[in-house]
């Protein structure tokens, strides 16, 4: 009697689980040193971080967001950074091809804390909101780092001009620069500079 009430069990958890994962989020360890110092501060102690789905459901992040992407270079891989501009802001740029740069509709400009070390839309460019996977919330791990992650911008990379905010979902023109993909840089196979986000169902097997 024992097995089908454990079977049974197991098929309405596991829908259960996937559908969380989903649409709620999940925990993931983040890796390198590009968000240093807010993320993995220590290089000997890694952060484990939550993050959250449901938070940008609708494609809705903020300016100072730390949000879990896709990377735009690499498509099997899934970085972390933090928002900086929103579509139609003006921002400064920092070794783009542009020095300015007005953000497209639909898209967003991300950076890495680290300035200098990490590669991000500087390297790529305005990225699509479709890539966007997730925000992290908090440190989940370790213990001591236990924390909120709130959504600032760093006072030296606050936009020049602030777009006003739009449905992601919205037609309205706003002025574009070149497709993002066209964008190259010297540093884009150096894979430490960008951490990477791992789920924790995939960290065991990675290891």
């Known amino acids: 009697m024992r097995f089908p009430t454990f079977l049974k ?25 590009s968000m240093q110092p807010v993320l993995n501060p220590d290089a000997s102690v890694t952060d484990y971080v ?9 494609m809705d992040v ?4 730390i949000i879990s992407l896709i990377s735009p270079k690499d498509p099997s891989q899934k970085i972390i950074k933090r928002v900086v501009a929103l579509q139609g802001d003006v921002i400064s740029t920092l070794g783009y091809k542009l020095p300015y740069v ?21 390297t790529f460019g305005p990225v699509s909101l479709g890539l966007v996977t997730a925000r992290a919330t908090q440190i989940v791990w370790p213990p001591s780092r236990w924390q909120q992650l709130p959504s600032t911008v760093p006072k030296t990379r606050v936009p020049i001009a602030m777009g006003k905010k739009s449905n992601p979902g919205s037609t309205k023109a706003v002025n574009t620069v ?4 066209s964008s190259s840089s010297s540093n884009s196979n150096n894979s430490s500079s960008s951490p990477l986000v791992q789920p924790i169902e995939d960290v065991h097997r990675l290891n």
């Open 9 to 33: 069990s197991l098929l309405l958890g596991v829908p259960v689980g996937v559908t969380l994962l989903d649409c709620v989020g999940y925990v993931a360890r983040v890796e390198g040193v």
């Open 178 to 181: 070149s497709n993002s993909n």
């Open 62 to 65: 903020q300016r100072g967001d």
């Open 50 to 58: 939550f993050l959250s789905r449901w938070a940008v459901r609708n």
């Open 102 to 122: 007005t953000v497209p509709e639909g898209h967003c400009w991300v950076e890495g804390d680290h300035t200098g070390n990490s590669l991000d839309s500087n």
